[in-house]
């Protein structure tokens, strides 16, 4: 039997997305032609027709010029001076280049000929560029495209730029194209707003979109290792750059520099493990960090003091707001322990005093800070020893996550070194993508404070992203163990089973945790995402039922997002489960419109068309298409199979059918469709001997025992 070659011309021609996306472009090519054009703009026949309200006859007296430039009977028109040229895509329909402020003269003068001949033309250099600038193992944009895109912007401000490599676990080349295919798919469902997503080659993208003040530099990556390591990624590298500039910075930095920038983060990601990220700009401003190592001279200063002490504290006060200078407000007030000043800091070592006694004194130095400079930002940040086992040199850095805790009150604060402290500050390593370090941190929170929930559920989390299952899980149970009601925990549990293939108990803990979902401990969003997971397994389980009251909400909430393709699969296969198959046509069809490539949506439309007898030419197609993306799935070899025999493809179907006994999910099936065929061809004998086989199977449907016997009994 011959394989279909894995790379699919589904590029060729032009699609709807295309008049968008090389819009510029195209609108160059045109003005080339007509040079006398001052705007070009695209858009669909029918959103045409709709701006001009009211139908408009063609000049030849042959009906509305809108329906016969949608229908193909007209390829360009003149209307209320403007050139409309109409441009045919892959599925049928039509896309108009209005062209506006062209010569009137021009337009009075032109001959037919002329114009079509000049559209073919600009379509062939449409066709020619969209072929230069697609990516053709994904139909994405790819890295001639982003190199033009870097290049057309010029300055790079206000730029996020991020690499994604995505390492296969097989190099075949059949493996890396479809594994490519399926990657793709999984970004798209992921970006939303105005993202640029290019395939650069190898299982690597490139994914450009605005870089805004304020938002955390690192949570555009972190979510995306994440999401992509839940979607069965193998492995996960993100290396980033964004260009906002401070005032004073040299903003004259050209767009380019961000590959070169985002590509060296991506090389420290790869050291990282196998779920990793980094951003350049972290990379590069270790100074900038909010747990940046301390002054050595502050260091040395203070180990003098400390040699000989048993215990004691230290208070750091610092402005949070990085403008004022803490020792100009606080120095007239402070009337105990020694004084050390470092920069625009101030430092104040106690020596025997314990932990709650030097907290009341800071407090009491920032209400007289802020009674005496309104508008201060000091706060201040409490470390001691003995402290858990922290080292005595570890106490100034103690002191900056402890103000790294405070910055999270908002208003100016005093806070003690604690658990969670060490909480934030994993999460600050955590979102550079420094995993190992964020490991250490939450441990160490957890000697501090055993019954922390948040430093188990954090641990976990890391863990997971270091593709350390076990160890995660049991971070999860034990929060668990503490407070068994704990949404986060449940969350995190039951993505880790999924993870692991465990389906039914990663359905066991999200029905929990949707249970337990309080707004306070996560946002809405993850419960939305979470009712997805949700609908999706219960699908996956054969609860179909149950799937819908998931997944129909979840649809009817996200139909206008970027992300409402991603459930038309599922409630397809629901419906068909629950026997509606006119609605599992319709979400199956808008699935494929959706993801062209999904072999689970081609291969269960294709079965449902084949059962309600709509085309078994087009089940025929469907099916065929999924084993070329799959060709290792048996099951789908199976329905194409049944397919083929109903087509009369009697030799291909066995072909496939003895394929199919090598597994021991599609051998029953595979024997009863055996038989099924010699039955055809009145080689009854031999029927029955496959209708025997299918009956000596220990995993079969009631349905297919009841025609293995009924086969028997035809014999």
């Not at 027709?49 to 193909?72: C, M, Q, V, W, Y």
Request: proline share 3%.
């Amino acid at each position: 039997m011959t394989d279909s070659f894995p790379i699919l011309a589904n590029y060729r021609g032009l699609i709807a997305e295309d008049f968008s996306r090389f819009s510029q472009s195209f609108a160059e090519i045109l003005k080339k032609r007509l040079p006398t054009a001052k705007t070009i703009y695209f858009a669909d026949v029918d959103d045409l027709r709709t701006e001009h309200a009211t139908a408009t006859s063609s000049p030849d007296g042959n009906g509305d010029i809108f329906e016969a430039l949608k229908n193909g009977g007209k390829f360009f028109a003149i209307h209320e001076q403007n050139l409309l040229l109409s441009f045919p895509l892959r599925d049928g329909r039509q896309f108009i280049a209005t062209v506006r402020g062209a010569d009137p003269l021009f337009l009075g003068k032109v001959r037919e000929d002329w114009l079509e001949e000049t559209r073919s033309a600009v379509e062939r250099e449409f066709i020619l560029l969209k072929e230069a600038r697609v990516d053709v193992h994904t139909g994405l944009l790819n890295l001639w495209n982003l190199c033009s895109l870097l290049e057309g912007v010029g300055q790079a401000k206000g730029l996020h730029l991020v690499l994604i490599e995505l390492p296969p676990k097989r190099t075949s080349f059949q493996y890396v194209v479809r594994y490519a295919q399926k990657c793709a798919t999984s970004i798209r469902n992921f970006i939303q707003g105005d993202s640029v997503l290019h395939a650069i080659g190898q299982s690597t993208f490139a994914l450009v979109l605005p870089c805004k003040e304020g938002v955390e530099k690192s949570e555009v990556e972190s979510a995306l290792v994440s999401y992509l390591k839940r979607e069965g990624c193998h492995k996960v590298h993100v290396g980033s750059s964004c260009s906002i500039f401070q005032a004073g910075e040299n903003e004259n930095v050209p767009a380019q520099n961000l590959l070169d920038e985002a590509w060296t983060a991506l090389g420290h990601a790869q050291k990282r493990g196998p779920f990793s990220f980094c951003d350049y700009n972290r990379l590069t401003h270790p100074e900038q960090h909010a747990l940046v190592a301390p002054d050595p001279n502050l260091v040395r200063r203070l180990g003098r003091l400390v040699r000989h002490c048993q215990s004691f504290s230290v208070v750091h006060l610092r402005d949070l707001s990085g403008v004022g200078e803490a020792k100009d407000v606080v120095l007239p007030f402070i009337d105990q322990g020694v004084v050390l000043v470092s920069n625009s800091d101030v430092l104040v070592f106690f020596e025997g005093a314990e932990a709650v006694t030097t907290l009341t004194w800071a407090k009491r130095i920032l209400d007289q800070a802020r009674a005496a400079a309104q508008g201060n930002r000091v706060s201040a940040g409490l470390a001691y020893y003995p402290c858990s086992d922290f080292k005595k040199s570890e106490t100034l850095l103690n002191c900056q996550k402890a103000l790294l805790h405070a910055s999270f009150f908002g208003e100016p604060t005093a806070v003690v070194f604690d658990s969670v402290s060490l909480n934030i500050s994993g999460d600050s390593y955590f979102g550079d993508g420094d995993l190992a370090r964020a490991v250490r941190e939450y441990k160490r929170g957890l000697k501090f404070d055993w019954q922390n929930v948040n430093l188990h559920n954090s641990l976990g989390v890391a863990l997971v992203m270091m593709d350390k299952f076990v160890p995660a899980m049991q971070s999860f149970e034990n929060a668990l163990a503490i407070d068994s009601r704990n949404f986060m925990a449940l969350y995190n549990l039951g993505l880790a089973e999924q993870g692991k293939g465990r389906k039914k108990e990663a359905y066991q803990y999200l029905e929990k945790a949707v249970q337990h979902y309080d707004a306070e401990d996560a946002e809405v969003s993850m419960l939305d995402d979470l009712k997805l997971q949700l609908g999706g397994l219960a699908c996956d389980l054969g609860e179909h039922r149950q799937a819908l009251e998931y997944l129909l909400p979840w649809q009817e909430k996200n139909q206008r997002t970027a992300r409402a393709g991603r459930v038309h699969f599922f409630i397809g296969k629901a419906c068909h489960g629950l026997g509606d198959n006119r609605r599992a046509m319709v979400e199956l069809q808008r699935a494929l419109q959706f993801n062209e490539f999904d072999d689970r949506a081609m291969d269960l439309l294709g079965k449902v068309y084949f059962q309600e007898g709509e085309g078994d030419e087009i089940a025929l197609a469907l099916c065929q298409k999924s084993v070329e993306l799959e060709p290792g799935n048996l099951l789908y070899r199976c329905n194409l199979a049944e397919v083929q025999l109903r087509c009369g493809k009697v030799r291909q179907a066995r072909e496939n059918l003895y394929r199919c006994l090598k597994s021991k999910k599609s051998r029953m099936k595979a024997q009863l469709l055996l038989g099924r065929s010699f039955a055809q061809e009145g080689l009854h004998n031999r029927a029955g001997n496959w209708f025997e086989k299918a009956l000596r199977q220990d995993d079969g449907q009631p349905e297919m025992y009841a025609e293995a016997k009924r086969g028997l009994r035809e014999k």
